[in-house]
């Protein structure tokens, strides 16, 4: 299908590198006809790479830490000014834990590092759609989506104080979705990623046994970074204006499973 997004204008938040969720979604939305500008933690933006994809997809690129009012402020206007008229659709791309960055224990963690972890995953979420609801920055019908994880569900190890960001951040998308809503008919959903390789997933301890065993578990295998853009331009598009609220499960059907037959041959090898 081809330009499923044309006309529409965006904001893409978290494209680091090519590895990225957010970058594959922005040469998606890009190749679907959407407009929209690009963002990150002015930190991030100093590797220089996403300089790259701006040129790519034509657009710039706004600096700006999601944890900052101010900053989210400036980059809706600027969005905004930049793109011609309201926004349409968002992507909320980012994650980040000091205590999994820096080796912290789930039994043995930094509050203060905690707090950043929330600030950075979860409650960011929260703040960038109250800066799009006061500033009536959305329109009608536009579509909100951040990325998730499924131990938000579930138990795992190593996973630590993101589990905890993941769940505050998927109970933001169902209160935020019921005012926004009501109010502008605007949609807020998560989608939940299989273990897929990019810089933040590599940052868990233990990734590569994460990444085999939802592989072995999933009927389907691990979707791809390629695929979850895929699946996040439908839910930009007008084919699912009604879905709102939701945590969708973008994982090859990992979340509804008990045991793989291979888990099973391997354990009933080893008795
Ligand atoms: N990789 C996985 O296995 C996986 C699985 C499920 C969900 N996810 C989620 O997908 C999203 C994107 O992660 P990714 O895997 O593409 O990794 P990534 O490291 O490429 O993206 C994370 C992004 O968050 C940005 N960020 C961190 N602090 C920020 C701040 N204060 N302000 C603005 N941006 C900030 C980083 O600069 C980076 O671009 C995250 O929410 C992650 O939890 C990842």
Not at 35 to 56: C, D, H, S, W, Y
């Amino acid at each position: 299908m081809n330009n499923l997004l044309a006309g529409k204008r965006g904001i893409i938040f978290g494209a680091l590198d090519e590895k990225s969720i957010a970058w594959q979604v922005a040469l998606k939305a890009h190749e679907q006809g959407a407009i929209f500008t690009l963002t990150n933690a002015p930190v991030a933006l100093r590797m220089g790479e996403i300089n790259k994809l701006a040129e790519q997809c034509n657009t710039i690129v706004i600096p700006a830490d999601a944890t900052l009012i101010e900053d989210l402020e400036k980059l809706v206007d600027q969005s905004v000014s930049h793109l011609g008229g309201k926004i349409d659709f968002i992507l909320h791309s980012i994650g980040m834990s000091p205590n999994v960055r820096k080796g912290k224990t789930y039994t043995d963690l930094n509050y203060d590092w905690l707090m950043k972890t929330l600030d950075i995953s979860a409650i960011s979420f929260h703040k960038l759609l109250q800066t799009l609801h006061k500033k009536d920055a959305i329109n009608e019908w536009g579509s909100i989506l951040a990325l998730t994880y499924i131990a938000a569900q579930r138990a795992f190890p190593g996973y630590g104080d993101m589990a905890d960001a993941k769940a505050t951040l998927e109970s933001i998308v169902r209160s935020f979705g019921l005012y926004y809503g009501n109010a502008k008919k605007v949609r807020v959903n998560s989608v939940s990623q299989s273990p897929t390789v990019t810089t933040a997933g590599a940052g868990i301890k233990g990734f590569d046994a994460f990444l085999g065993f939802a592989e072995k578990m999933s009927p389907l295998g691990n979707a791809p970074s390629e695929a979850c853009a895929n699946y996040c331009i439908t839910l930009f598009s007008d084919l699912t204006k009604y879905v709102t609220m939701q945590n969708l499960y973008h994982d090859g059907g990992f979340s509804n499973m008990g045991v793989s037959e291979y888990v099973m041959e391997k354990f009933g090898a080893e008795q």
